[in-house]
């Protein structure tokens, strides 16, 4: 395999086993506390907004945000709690309008809200998401969450809305790319650990580190989740491969193949990508394999990824540095077996 | 005329004529912190956020914020003018969002953003204009106000879900109508009131009398729209009558028809309001003007705006309390010259 010599990550301070024992008491606290809140919502729409609690998502950001203000003991800090609950509420609340943008009818093995209650209820379901989400913010005994939060939120959505005014443009380059997706998905990745060692009244420079660890986690998680839609298996992934080809949604792996292949092919990936030619997402795969693209795009998660270590380095030691470094370690993994899984599809 | 006993209006305490004259420099300023606001968006967006804040609405949440904390003298509040702002903007997010629920194309007489950029664009401007205010919100130097407007923006929301959930069903009845308009009208004229009148620094009593008073008249408001969409000029109004009864929205005018109308044109009416018959719009309008529903639905608004005065009674003689017992003399005189309005439809 090309990328034997990548799996080989540095700063792997803390053994993963530990990781989810660790964060299960968190987790499980803000499930419980997530469950309570439904209840504050009008009763006729309770049973909706618990089904967009309930997404079995993977709680990223909530990790992040219990592991950037953690000092090592068991207990649960209940402003991370909270904390983690706005965060996630905010992000339900994406997906919710996401799924209409979109037009999915399946996210994580369940119809989604629009396709469930139409399109009217999930515009106005996310939106009541977003209020409670900062209603909760408001609860904070400084106004320093709140801001930040609708701050993170508005930066959310303009990169969503950049992404849509660019679908179907083939000739996006790399800076661009970049900036959407520090806009829709790095900026609440850096909220949420900055916030987390805040509250947990870390001390100023482990929490602009912890900010700017989360900025470029979220880099390359995005890159890794754009990756993910041409790359694995469908059943593990649970969502259909090369559907940003087919809407034209010009990801790394897809600019950089664009810019890879030769003339002729390039000519028709943009035709593609433009929406004037049919998908026919297999060939596409097949020459994100065969050009290398696929072991390029791991390796520029790979360099964000050190980057984001590089940035707690100062802080190895404890327990919350530590900690983060071995949620990078977990993203890392991940995309190092990426390959092989793909080779299935 | 049978509604000419109801032209009396109480209370009438403020000429009509220098109301707009002392609104003027208040919603100039308003006006341009709006625009001003507009840069502090992403440059591709501006035109997008621009061009939704260029409503030519008849901005009267703000007129009721200015009104609620006048002290009589020419200054302006820079802390109201920013609040009006962020009520503002609320509004005119859920009018973004509202679009394309009902898969409007025109408002105003200007084509909608949803069907000029499309459902996924709307969205996502929706949620940044959102966003937005909810920053705004969190520049006061206490959270008293983002706290208010994040309920608030939910209430909206949900009444707006309720809404969207009850569409088709031809049985609604009084309470639920009053609620969902409570929530999704009543709930923002309300804060903005309170808000108005707390930040001008005026006494307890007062605040909680202005927000009552912002409570009843949005009732009153929202009752007076939903006549506008059956009584009232087309070409003055804007847009097109009977869109609620081809839309199965069962409004305080429809509730009482079919409680009216005699057993088959009701079961008619109910058929119609399901989207079980063609929905023949002038026949139902004809049948709103010879069962007296029209005067009823007026009435009803009528003793919603004496409601909203009567909370204002301890403090009239103040600018403030005058002026806002002024604005509801603007709404009372509008419904009372419906009526001749609706005889050309």
Redesign the interface.
């Known amino acids: 395999m090309s990328h034997a010599s990548q799996t080989t990550s540095p700063g792997e301070t803390q053994p993963l086993s530990g990781l989810f024992q660790l964060l299960e008491p968190h987790l499980a606290q803000l499930d419980a506390f997530l469950l309570a809140e439904v209840n504050s919502?009008?009763e006729?729409?309770q049973d909706?907004v618990r089904y967009c609690m309930n997404t079995g998502g993977k709680r990223i950001r909530p990790s992040l945000i219990f592991f950037s203000g953690w000092n090592g003991d068991e207990t649960v800090d209940p402003k991370l709690v909270k904390l983690a609950a706005v965060i996630e509420t905010i992000h339900l609340a994406?997906l919710v309008?996401d799924d209409?943008?979109d037009e999915a009818d399946i996210r994580r093995s369940r119809p989604t809200v629009a396709k469930l209650h139409?399109?009217?209820?999930a515009?106005?379901?996310?939106?009541?998401l977003?209020?409670?989400a900062?209603?909760l913010?408001?609860?904070f005994p400084t106004?320093e969450v709140?801001?930040k939060v609708?701050?993170a939120?508005?930066n959310v959505?303009?990169g969503?809305?950049?992404q849509?005014?660019q679908r179907g443009d083939p000739d996006i380059d790399l800076p661009t790319y970049r900036r959407v997706i520090d806009?829709k998905t790095a900026e609440l990745f850096q909220v949420a650990c900055f916030l987390g060692a805040r509250l947990a009244g870390r001390e100023p420079e482990y929490v602009e580190a912890a900010g700017a660890f989360g900025r470029h986690l979220g880099i390359a998680y995005q890159i890794y989740d754009d990756l993910t839609d041409l790359v694995g298996s469908e059943e593990k992934i649970g969502k259909t491969l090369g559907t940003d080809i087919a809407t034209g949604k010009a990801t790394l792996p897809l600019i950089l193949l664009r810019d890879r292949l030769p003339p002729e092919e390039a000519a028709q990936l943009r035709e593609t990508l433009a929406g004037k030619r049919d998908a026919q997402v297999d060939r596409w795969l097949d020459f994100l394999d065969s050009t290398g693209v696929i072991d390029e795009v791991r390796e520029a998660i790979f360099q964000e990824i050190r980057s984001a270590r590089a940035t707690l380095e100062p802080f190895l030691g404890n327990p919350d540095a530590d900690l983060l470094n071995t949620i990078s370690q977990l993203l890392w993994n991940q995309v190092d077996t990426l390959q092989s899984d793909g080779a299935s599809h």
């Not at 139409?118 to 209820?121: D, E």
């Not at 515009?123 to 009541?128: E, I, M, R, S, T």
């Open positions: 919502f009008e006729e729409i909706y994406t309008h209409i943008m139409g399109n009217a209820t515009v106005l379901l996310g939106d009541a977003f209020s409670h900062v209603f913010a408001t609860q106004s709140s801001e609708a701050i939120m508005r959505c303009t969503e809305i950049l849509t005014m806009l």
